[in-house]
């Protein structure tokens, strides 16, 4: 199974802040179909997952675009321009390249 | 709006069934494959299942497969989780979701416990 393993695991922000989330997988998350399946979600406290972005750096309807992502291959990373209070919450990176698709363990952002 | 709504959950003893469903509205729900992915409390999250759009082909994490059955009625915008052999490490809040997680419900607690 491919292994994402995220960094820090614990983010402690400023509101008003830039915050950055590091994801690094076992292997090359680029699809034979060209395109790398790696996904954030974001979990606030008490609720479902939301998708924030797919294939690395779209945004999810209705997402702010203090929200990016970037990156290639094994190595991706989610931005947060601007910390806002609704931020908290964990954060989840996905592969969804390689069955089966494995999610990293999650950073818990809090102010 | 999109809405998707998990149901089914419940206690059980060790070794006991459960059947869970996911109604959905909002979306073509036969133009998506759909998964299931399951919570533990406090915990991340594990993608148990992917189901292509007719039922055809299906994803199964080892962790479950032989004991799990999915399906799917593209009729009743549904998809359903049969769940036998349950142990205390199936206990976890279960999400319906489709594609690669464009949209989820609140989930469904499925205890397993003596």
């Known amino acids: 199974d491919v292994v994402m393993i995220q960094s820090p695991l614990s983010l402690p922000v400023t509101l008003g802040q830039p915050a950055s989330i590091s994801c690094r997988s076992s292997?090359?998350?680029?699809?034979?179909?060209?395109?790398?399946?790696l996904a954030w979600f974001q979990q606030r406290p008490g609720q479902s997952p939301r998708r924030l972005l797919y294939q690395v750096s779209t945004r999810d309807s209705g997402v702010p675009d203090r929200f990016s992502g970037s990156g290639s291959a094994t190595d991706f990373t989610l931005k947060i321009s601007r910390v806002e209070a609704g931020d908290v919450g964990v954060y989840f990176c996905?592969?969804?390249?390689?069955?089966?698709?494995?999610f990293g363990q999650g950073t818990k952002v809090e102010i | 709006e999109v809405q998707l709504v998990e149901s089914g959950g419940g206690l059980v003893q060790p070794g006991g069934s459960l059947r869970l469903s996911c109604v959905v509205s909002?979306?073509?729900?036969?133009?998506?494959?759909m998964s299931w992915v399951r919570q533990a409390p406090g915990k991340g999250l594990e993608w148990i299942a992917y189901?292509?759009?007719?039922?055809?082909?299906?994803y199964v994490v080892d962790s479950v497969r032989g004991r799990y059955t999915f399906s799917r009625d593209n009729a009743k915008n549904s998809l359903y989780l049969e769940m036998n052999s349950l142990s205390v490490d199936d206990t976890a809040m279960y999400y319906c979701?489709?594609?690669?997680?464009?949209?989820w419900g609140q989930g469904t607690l499925v205890t397993v416990s003596s």
């Open positions: 996905m592969q969804a390249t390689h069955w089966p698709f494995t």
């Open positions: 979701t489709p594609s690669h997680g464009t949209f």
């Open positions: 292997q090359s998350l680029v699809h034979g179909d060209a395109n790398t399946y």
């Open positions: 189901i292509k759009q007719d039922g055809s082909a299906k």
């Open positions: 909002g979306f073509t729900f036969s133009d998506y494959w």
